[in-house]
């Protein structure tokens, strides 16, 4: 299985960009979908989930309204959109793969079987 995450880079504060991530080796309609994100010297924080089982979202309440994850079966990618970020949102931002689906799970690191590699995420004010 592998995780491909892109779109990251520097960005100014009320702009926006979106994060893909790209997955192969699974059946990736019948997987959730997360985004994480670890900034320097914290510990990685969930996001933003993408339930397979009910079609439902879910975010962290830092991003809630700001920022949108949505999924491309067809594609089998898996988007955050960022909408008027902070310089609070610079962080590394990790895609994953889970086979759970309520919030709960969703919401927890140990949940997620594999991971991309992270994409660096910079905002200027």
């Known amino acids: 299985v592998q995780l491909q995450a892109s779109g990251g880079g520097l960005v100014q504060a009320v702009s926006f960009l979106r994060l893909s991530c790209a997955v192969s080796g699974l059946n990736f309609r019948i997987y959730s979908m997360g985004w994480f994100r670890q900034a320097p010297g914290k510990a990685r924080e969930f996001v933003a989930a993408?339930?397979?089982?009910?079609?439902?979202?879910y975010y962290a309440d830092s991003v809630k309204g700001r920022f949108t994850i949505s999924r491309d079966n067809a594609k089998n990618t898996v988007y955050l959109q960022v909408n008027s970020p902070d310089p609070e949102d610079t962080a590394v931002y990790y895609c994953a793969v889970s086979g759970y689906y309520s919030y709960s799970d969703l919401t927890s690191r140990g949940k997620y079987h594999y991971w991309g590699q992270g994409t660096l995420v910079t905002v200027s004010s």
């Open positions: 993408h339930s397979y089982k009910s079609g439902s979202t």
